[in-house]
């Protein structure tokens, strides 16, 4: 009997805490239900991977400077080769594995700015290697929505129906994905990846420290469709969250600035400067248990990204969404606290403390049904773990590609 090969593939270790969340959810996953199982990785930051995680990896691209703006024509030829070369590059990494997971990630959709020939032509590259060798590539827990673009969207829509197993996060991503003509009647939905990773410890978790407010801030710029207005849609974000978080430091409340990505460090330091305010002060967390940890921490949680949110939600505190996507407003639903949403493109300060008030004075109740929630959560993500286990890992000791979820069924 041989180890089964199992290869990792994302936009991981490159600074987003909610991707290597996912991760971490998987790879704790494989190593409790598949200890024999030999893991690697392609990704984009293959050394933090490796160092974090004891996984060896291997960059996602070819060309190092994929993700810079190329404007000069050595930058292009470069980048436009790093295209072909990424083509035999991935289908030789596929090949040498049995099963190849995406874990989670909203690889199905264009929320934010992204063009076609960057991670969607990669996820493409990777699902026709599958198909090509027999190496059954699974989409866990993904993100989708309804993509603008024409190539990307068809890039997508390749890549998931090349892809021998599909599950989404939440119905609005199954739905998006069939309204591009796949067919998902046999996909499944569960909670976020992220809601397997352990609970924050019992005594952060026991109600928080009453004062304080953790405000989740994004350097968010709108979505792929919203490139012309871009400036704008970034100056009211950050012009109407700077007036929230003036506004809860002139009533004394203590607020930490929480961020999920490596780029959103330059909106806490413009928050810091206009407010400038003891009581203001930035976590440095470097993972999704670290935002736990703080979210748990406090007594309630206002944020943008969507795994922070994900953290406040599971860490059971009172949490208000500043949404930029329908897979906020979609999580908020599930966790029972669909009304606490907010425009994070039209935020106005004044209706936000309003919402605001209205979370803390529910504050108990709040508690209580995310306590609920979670419980439900953890049951239904356990139940698809065990799933997925039948359908990429047959129990016999093999060489070949696993089956598909229709061959499981």
């Known amino acids: 009997m041989s180890a089964v090969r199992v290869g990792v593939f994302g936009l991981l270790g490159s600074g987003n805490l909610g991707n290597d969340g996912s991760l971490e959810a998987v790879l704790r996953y494989l190593r409790a239900e598949h200890p024999e199982a030999r893991v690697d990785a392609m990704c984009g930051g293959p050394e933090t991977v490796t160092a974090r995680y004891g996984v060896p990896a291997t960059r996602l691209h070819w060309y190092r400077g994929e993700y810079r703006t190329a404007s000069r024509a050595r930058a292009m030829a470069a980048k436009g080769a790093g295209k072909f070369v990424d083509a035999f590059r991935t289908a030789a990494w596929v090949r040498r594995h049995d099963v190849v997971i995406v874990p989670g990630m909203g690889v199905l959709e264009a929320t934010l700015p992204l063009r076609p020939w960057g991670f969607p032509y990669a ?66 939905v569960h909670p976020d990846l992220a809601f397997a990773l352990p609970a924050p410890p019992a005594a952060a978790a026991s109600g928080g420290t009453e004062g304080t407010v953790c405000v989740g801030v994004m350097d968010f710029h709108g979505g792929d469709d919203d490139r012309a207005l871009a400036g704008e849609i970034h100056r009211r974000y950050l012009d109407g969250t700077t007036r929230f978080v003036r506004a809860l430091a002139e009533d004394g409340r203590r607020v930490r600035l929480l961020t999920g990505d490596a780029c959103d460090a330059a909106v806490v330091d413009a928050i810091l400067a206009a407010v400038d305010s003891p009581l203001v002060t ?7 248990a670290g935002l736990m940890e703080e979210t748990a921490a406090a007594g309630t949680v206002v944020a943008t990204r969507y795994h922070n949110l ?34 994070a493109r039209e935020v106005d300060a004044g209706r936000l403390l309003e919402q605001f008030r209205e979370l803390e004075r529910r504050s108990d109740q709040v508690r209580r049904t995310l306590a609920e929630r979670n419980r439900a959560a953890a049951r239904e993500l356990d139940g698809h773990l065990t799933a997925l286990s039948a359908a990429l890992f047959p129990a016999a000791g093999r060489a070949s590609a696993p089956r598909t979820p229709q061959e499981a069924s």
């Open 282 to 288: 930035a976590a440095e967390a470097d993972s999704l």
């Open 123 to 188: 996820l493409f590259l990777l699902c026709a290697s599958g198909r090509l060798f027999g190496t059954g590539v699974a989409l866990v827990g993904v993100g989708a929505a309804p993509i603008g673009s024409r190539p990307t969207r068809a890039l997508v829509r390749w890549s998931a129906r090349l892809a021998a197993h599909r599950s989404y996060r939440d119905e609005q991503s199954r739905d998006a994905i069939r309204a591009m003509g796949v067919d998902t009647s046999r996909d499944a």
């Open 310 to 343: 994900v953290c406040a939600l599971k860490s059971g505190t009172p949490t208000l969404a500043l949404s930029y996507a329908a897979k906020s407003d979609a999580l908020m639903a599930r966790m029972g606290l669909g009304a606490y949403c907010h425009p």
